[in-house]
């Protein structure tokens, strides 16, 4: 409608090796659409803020070059507040941040990391206890300024980099439940299991930042017999409503361009812009 091109603001979408689990566009999607940012990194790649915006601003230059319109899509909010407001300012010491991942960034590291950071800065451990990689860059900007990332955030100003018309799309709990049990299930029956294990063997729960991607462990554990097929289709339902909060609760406060819409609004939404 819009002769557009997607540029995913996905964290997990990058990776090649995880289509399924990560939900990446299908071959006739790709064929009717151009997208970006979607397969081409390698699980042993890490997926970072800083990296992920330098190639997003090559992509949507390279969008608008050809009078297209760049459509992000996708609900990694940092990367996606990142890239529309630009990357912090606060301090970072590369080495001092080397040490902090080869500490924490890892599942044997986490609960040292939650101890640590709750106990110096409890409004950064509050606000990012369920990401490691926040929690670890909270610690660092600690460690280097002695205050909480929170506090020195707060005096930021935030200004849009590029022109955008933003939308965040609630759908009601009950019906959002019912389609993370109906993905979730479609997911499997698509190869999702196979997909899994043959990442693991490829050393996903080793990689810097991959193995984070919903369900991946939990698919591990079945096939070590820790549970059986529904009770995994249970786990990762729960998984991903717990994960699919945190993003309305993020999008709620943290994109205070966006215009929030329900799924019966989308198509006279279309129409109007």
Same mark, same amino acid.
């Given at each position: 409608?819009?002769?557009?091109?997607?540029?995913?603001?996905?964290?997990?979408? *990058?990776?090649?090796?995880?289509?399924?689990?990560?939900?990446?566009?299908?071959? =006739?999607?790709?064929?009717?659409?151009?997208?970006?940012?979607?397969?081409?990194?390698?699980?042993? =790649?890490?997926?970072?803020? #800083?990296?992920?915006?330098? %190639?997003?601003?090559?992509?949507?230059?390279?969008?608008?070059?050809?009078?297209?319109?760049?459509?992000?899509?996708?609900?990694?909010?940092?990367? *996606?507040? !990142?890239?529309?407001?630009?990357?912090?300012?606060?301090?970072?010491?590369?080495?001092?941040?080397?040490?902090?991942?080869?500490?924490?960034?890892?599942?044997?590291?986490?609960?040292?990391?939650? !101890?640590?950071?709750?106990?110096?800065?409890?409004?950064?451990?509050?606000?990012?206890?369920?990401?490691?990689?926040?929690?670890?860059?909270?610690?660092?900007?600690?460690?280097?300024?002695?205050?909480?990332?929170?506090?020195?955030?707060?005096?930021?100003? =935030?200004?849009?980099?590029?022109?955008?018309?933003? #939308?965040?799309?609630?759908?009601?709990?009950?019906?959002?439940? %019912?389609?993370?049990?109906?993905?979730?299930?479609?997911?499997?029956?698509?190869?999702?299991?196979? =997909?899994?294990?043959?990442?693991?063997?490829?050393?996903?729960?080793?990689?810097?930042?991959?193995?984070?991607?919903?369900?991946?462990?939990?698919?591990?554990? #079945?096939?070590?017999?820790? #549970?059986?097929?529904?009770?995994?289709? %249970?786990?990762?339902?729960?998984?991903?409503?717990?994960?699919?909060?945190?993003?309305?609760?993020?999008?709620?406060?943290?994109?205070? %361009?966006?215009?929030?819409?329900?799924?019966?609004?989308?198509?006279?939404?279309?129409?109007?812009?």
């Amino acid at each position: 409608m819009f002769d557009g091109e997607i540029v995913s603001v996905d964290s997990m979408q *990058l990776y090649r090796d995880l289509p399924v689990g990560t939900a990446q566009p299908s071959p =006739e999607e790709r064929a009717a659409v151009p997208h970006w940012l979607t397969g081409v990194y390698e699980l042993d =790649e890490r997926s970072e803020v #800083f990296r992920f915006c330098s %190639e997003a601003d090559a992509a949507i230059s390279a969008i608008r070059a050809r009078n297209k319109l760049p459509i992000l899509c996708g609900g990694t909010g940092l990367y *996606l507040k !990142a890239l529309l407001y630009g990357l912090d300012d606060l301090p970072g010491d590369r080495e001092l941040r080397r040490e902090l991942d080869e500490q924490y960034d890892s599942d044997a590291g986490e609960k040292a990391l939650h !101890a640590r950071v709750k106990a110096v800065d409890p409004a950064g451990f509050e606000r990012w206890k369920d990401c490691r990689r926040r929690l670890i860059r909270a610690l660092e900007v600690y460690l280097l300024t002695g205050r909480s990332i929170i506090e020195l955030q707060q005096g930021r100003r =935030e200004t849009l980099r590029y022109p955008v018309r933003s #939308f965040v799309l609630e759908r009601e709990s009950g019906e959002l439940k %019912e389609r993370i049990a109906l993905r979730a299930r479609k997911m499997v029956e698509n190869g999702w299991i196979a =997909e899994a294990e043959n990442a693991i063997k490829k050393g996903l729960f080793s990689t810097p930042t991959a193995h984070q991607a919903l369900g991946y462990k939990l698919i591990g554990g #079945f096939l070590n017999g820790e #549970f059986d097929l529904e009770k995994l289709h %249970e786990k990762i339902c729960t998984a991903t409503w717990q994960y699919a909060r945190r993003q309305r609760t993020w999008f709620r406060h943290q994109h205070p %361009e966006a215009q929030t819409i329900s799924s019966a609004d989308i198509k006279h939404l279309l129409k109007s812009i």
